[in-house]
């Protein structure tokens, strides 16, 4: 287990990109390998991202041979410590993978070890400290994840969102978190939270290593097609530095010959905002009513959902259901206009302080709408990171990935 987090800022933080381990040879990975453990043997002192760090042997051959991932702790992942962010379940080792975790060894990743989670992916923070500036949240429910590759620990990591829990902390430490369509990935193994909700995403350091990550995967990513973005407009109420980075952003990408279109989505924003913590309540309330009946205190705010949601009527739940479908059939027609839409990936830069994660509201209508999302580190300067949000329409991840890397190119320029 971890040692005991420390309050001094750590060394700079400097993640690594995968597609430099994917042009390595067994060699060069090895080496790539020995400095990632050196990363996390300085750095996790005082970044805790870690529930246990206890590296596997590599599974051999593939394409992912030798690289090394951190799993989420409410993923099983066979021999060690998966406890689901609680201490209800202190001490626990998971016997068996998840079904994500046994697709990844057989690409032949390397599990260095499972990453703290908020409590059964809710709000209960973690201990885990943002790489950027530890006086500052990671964001949540993937904490560990999101910090261990910015952190350059590892240059893969998996999470899950069921609101915002992949791309808001991405945005908050400055990496490229990436949640595909809603059940592409299996969540077999994955504790749930809101099945209809729960989906399986990743961490890299950039969109250009999600790209290559996707296609190592045996997915395809489409080669760049000349179509119109949609950017959100007016912009929802986020804080005057994610507003001024957002726009400075866009400016820079019509600057380098995209072609932009507003596209106002409040109605959308404000609908499925509240659809969302419906069906949050009342998924969750079924999941955890065990954990409500016997371990009440020790639930934290998870508990005051799980109160909510049991005394939730059915009608409401299914009200909500509603409202999400008819969305996805409105934004189907927008994405067909405007193939891919962009977004603040959250509300501004990770808060100060570790007693909060962060607001999912940016990210919660897209996982509703089980669409592809992704969050990608735009142009701060020497400021806390800030993500742009780009989805496309439900199985069209090739698109946003090959996207999201054309964006990343032109405001690197």
Sequence with gaps: MSPEPSSSRPPEARPSRLIDWLAADPAGRSALGAACRTR??????????????????????????????????????????????SPIYHGRIATE?????????????????????TAFAYFTPTITRNPRNPAHTPGGSSSGSAAAVAAGMVPLALGTQTAGSVLRPASFCGVTGFKPSFGLLPTEGVYPFAPSLDTVGFFTATAADMAALWSALGWSVEEPADFVFGAVSPLPNVEPAMAAVFNATLDRCRRAGLRIEPVDLRTMQSTLEAAVRTVMQYEAARIHERHFRDHREQLGPLGDLVAIGLAMPAEKYESARRDIAEWKLHLAAQFRATPVILTPASLGPAPVGLGATGDPRMNAPWTALGTPAISVPMPVGDGMPMGLQMTADVGHEGRLLRAAVALEAAWSD
Excluded: N
């Excluded at 993978?97 to 989670?117: N, P």
């Design 97 to 117: 993978d998840a079904a994500i975790v046994q697709q990844l060894r057989q690409a032949g990743a390397q599990i260095f070890g499972t990453t703290r989670s």
């Design 40 to 85: 996390i043997h300085e750095l996790e002192p005082t970044l805790q991202a870690w529930q246990q760090f206890a590296p596997q042997a590599a599974s051999g051959g593939g394409p992912l041979a030798g690289i090394p991932v951190g799993v989420k702790e409410i993923i099983e992942t066979r021999g060690l410590a998966t406890e689901y962010g």
